[in-house]
């Protein structure tokens, strides 16, 4: 698909391929990749013939991570040449920094949380080298997948800052505390055999088996789950690991059941079982959602 000069947007019968597309960079991270993931994910919410969206890189690299061009200023927002200017910024008058000021909010943060509120299973094909924001930016897709010659670094201590794009609240609940805190202490690089252990990422694959892989795991999915079941699984899990108890669960589980049970779907579900063959689910995303969805109040940055 057309529009974007740093990330390709491929459609694939009810696959969308996501490629970032700096290859002569690493496919290092930019404001404008920034821009162009979020458009390209608001684009596969809304197309009903998108079941699954695959993530990857062109060429060797993955995500070299944050695109290092303006040397010492590339993490001082404010001062760099690109910086916004005239009432855009963030300090104030008396030097004082204004933290609720949209200015400061982290680039990757804003591509995680877009991806989280996905309506469509998200899964990486991690092809080569994903350092900084090449690995956090995974954090928020459902399943990662790696080739033998990806590796991974939660590097930002080594470059004088912190972890970022929200990975602080995803990382620790994909691979637990311990792991998580290791990775980022150390700032080393790893390979995809730590990575598999380490519950990082779900499988290993010679390099030209990792996207049939991921597309069969995509097609596996499209071809016999009911779409508006999969956007509200995604969103009840994700969301589900910041409860307070499991009446939290019990509470959306009932609307959902409920909900589901009285569908076109919940009859084509059961009936096509019955009678041993595919299933043609009738509700869709763009439709179909229940009315409690969504039921969770929308956060905004402060």
């Not at 892989?213 to 999915?221: D, G, S, V």
């Amino acid at each position: 698909m057309t529009g974007f000069t740093q990330i390709a947007l491929e459609m694939d019968g009810p696959v969308a391929t996501i490629t970032l597309d700096r290859e002569a960079k690493l496919n290092a991270f930019t404001a404008t990749m920034m821009g162009e993931l979020i458009e390209a994910f608001d684009r596969t919410d809304a197309d009903d013939a998108v079941r699954a969206v695959i993530v990857t890189g062109r060429g060797r690299a993955f995500c070299a991570g944050a695109d290092l061009s303006a040397g010492a200023a590339t993490f001082d927002y404010d001062n760099r040449a690109d910086a916004p200017r005239g009432g855009e910024s963030p300090v104030r008058a008396d030097g004082s920094v204004d933290y609720g000021h949209d200015a400061v909010r982290d680039g990757g943060g804003r591509v995680t949380l877009r991806i989280f509120e996905s309506l469509k299973p998200v899964i990486a094909a991690v092809n080569g080298p994903a350092v900084g924001i090449g690995a956090t930016m995974q954090l928020a897709m459902d399943v990662r997948m790696a080739s033998e010659t990806a590796r991974f670094g939660f590097v930002f201590a080594r470059r004088g800052i912190v972890p970022e794009a929200a990975s602080s609240w995803f990382l620790p609940r994909l691979v637990g505390i311990s792991q998580a805190l290791e990775w980022c202490f150390s700032g080393r690089v790893f390979g995809a055999d730590e990575a598999l252990k380490g519950g990082l990422v779900r499988s290993v694959h010679a390099a030209a088996d990792l996207l049939p892989a991921a597309r069969a795991l995509a097609q596996e999915i499209a071809e016999n789950t009911a779409p508006v079941s999969v956007a509200l699984t995604r969103q009840m899990l994700w969301r589900m690991l910041g409860a307070a108890s499991p009446w939290d669960a019990h509470r959306l589980d009932s609307r959902a059941i409920w909900a589901r049970g009285r569908s076109g779907d919940a009859k084509e579900g059961v009936v096509s079982f019955l009678e041993k063959r595919v299933p043609s689910y009738p509700d869709r995303v763009s439709e179909n959602m229940p009315d409690f969805f969504p039921w969770w109040e929308e956060e905004q940055y402060k």
